[in-house]
């Protein structure tokens, strides 16, 4: 159980155009996801936290208009990257917490989409 | 605010030695801690967590890791490393009462030597 899914896993885009990241919760519901950067051979950055139905929450540094959160239903959130450049070029990870798993603060790891921009 | 830091970027080990990897943090509330790994190319498995109860939690592949609040730890230990234990692992915390983010620490890369 707790399964995260992301699509898709690596994706190559030119300068200039958008790109759409999926990450779904398959076997429970979320009313919460994260979205995460990694840089290589580094750790991983909260880039905002997402709850369905409502915006979503950026942390400081995170320009909101370049990383379109969107979270419309309790098993699917997307993040889209717009006029990607290519210093957006990352492994962008997310995490969804499930509502039974709010006590425990365990979030579910998705596998990770590479996106490379030329 | 949490945070984390772990000793060590890249720690080596024998085939069959012991693993330990150093994780310490700060939290200004009972903290949540979790450790995770991380393969090539791939999302986080989590290993284990603590949140509440026994200080020494068991994980999965046989790894273990003990709480100590005096310490501020959370190192983690598996008493014999296996060539599949190579990757990255990284320490996180979470502010246990009303915190929901993580804080993972940078990371450290784990090296098994035949």
């Known amino acids: 159980g707790a399964v995260v899914s992301q699509h898709p896993s690596r994706v190559i885009c030119k300068s200039g155009t958008s790109v759409k990241i999926e990450c779904r919760s398959l076997?429970?519901?979320?009313?919460?996801m994260f979205w995460y950067r990694q840089f290589p051979k580094k750790s991983l950055m909260l880039m905002a936290t997402?709850?369905?139905?409502?915006?979503?929450?950026?942390e400081q540094g995170v320009e909101k208009d370049k990383f379109l959160i969107n979270h419309a239903s309790l098993t699917l959130s997307t993040l889209t990257v717009t006029s990607a450049h290519p210093e957006d070029s990352s492994f962008y990870i997310c995490?969804?917490?499930?509502?039974?798993?709010?006590?425990?603060?365990?979030?579910?790891f998705g596998p990770g989409t590479r996106l490379t921009v030329t | 605010a949490q945070s984390v830091t772990q000793l060590g970027s890249h720690v080596s080990v024998s085939e069959g030695a012991l693993v330990l990897l150093r994780c310490n943090y700060s939290?200004?509330?009972?903290?949540?801690l979790f450790w995770y790994v991380q393969y090539p190319n791939q999302g986080l498995q989590l290993l284990l967590k603590?949140?509440?109860?026994?200080?020494l939690v068991k994980g999965i592949n046989g790894f273990e890791a003990e709480f100590k609040k005096s310490e501020t730890s959370f190192h983690l230990t598996k008493p014999s490393a296996h060539m599949s234990d190579a990757a990255e692992y990284f320490c996180?915390?979470?502010?246990?009462?009303?915190?929901?983010?993580?804080?993972f620490g940078p990371g450290t890369r784990l090296s098994v030597l035949p």
């Open positions: 995490s969804a917490r499930g509502d039974t798993h709010r006590l425990t603060y365990e979030q579910y």
């Open positions: 076997d429970f519901q979320a009313t919460t």
């Open positions: 997402s709850n369905e139905g409502s915006k979503a929450t950026y």
């Open positions: 939290s200004s509330v009972p903290p949540y």
């Open positions: 603590y949140t509440t109860g026994a200080t």
């Open positions: 996180a915390v979470s502010e246990g009462n009303y915190g929901q983010n993580f804080v």
